[in-house]
């Protein structure tokens, strides 16, 4: 009698095997659920309008020509994302870490970036109108002379995770 129990046991250990081995070599590798939440989100050329990625963790996200319009990333942790040629009208990108992230391209038009770290950023050709970028930090940051003439006219304060005064950051005079 006793010799079958084991029997038992031993064929449900090797029915159970794989998946052991399997979630073992998963955690090995540093696959396991704790990072598949890292794991870089990419909705390009999506229509995403009034999305809430507001306070996530998306670094290295690609938003590449998606309509963001009305969408938050409020909070949000975009460092090193690209949002080339994003549509971001009216979006809330404020206190948002956009450090060394793509910008180029894009449009932010009425768009909240109050208190964003913008800081290496790529924004060359990116359009800037009727924003609010009080305490934004654009240290860094390579930017057209128009649409530099058009944020200077807009800032004011400074940064507080940086310390940075936003005006000194743009470089205006």
């Known amino acids: 009698m006793g010799f079958r129990l084991i029997a038992k046991a031993a064929a449900a250990i090797r029915a159970q095997l794989p998946i052991w081995l399997a979630a073992a070599l998963l955690l090995v590798l540093g696959l396991g659920p704790a990072q598949t939440a890292l794991a ?21 996200a690609t938003f590449n020509l998606a309509n963001l319009r009305d969408a938050s990333f409020a909070g949000s942790d975009l460092q090193g994302a690209s949002l080339f040629g994003a549509k971001l009208q009216d979006a809330d990108l404020s206190d948002t870490n956009l450090r060394e992230a793509t910008l180029d391209s894009a449009v932010f038009d009425g768009t ?9 950023a790529f924004a060359f050709n990116t359009k800037f109108t009727n924003v609010t970028i009080t305490g934004a930090d654009f240290s860094n940051v390579p930017l057209r002379p128009d649409a530099l003439k058009t944020l200077c006219a807009a800032a004011s304060g400074s940064n507080p995770v940086t310390g940075r005064d936003t005006r000194s950051t743009l470089g205006c005079s």
């Not at 989100?41 to 306070?55: M, T």
């Open 40 to 60: 870089a989100v990419d909705v390009a050329k999506q229509v995403l309008i009034g999305a809430d990625y507001s306070h996530q963790d998306l670094r290295g």
């Open 112 to 120: 909240d970036l109050s208190n964003a770290v913008l800081e290496d």
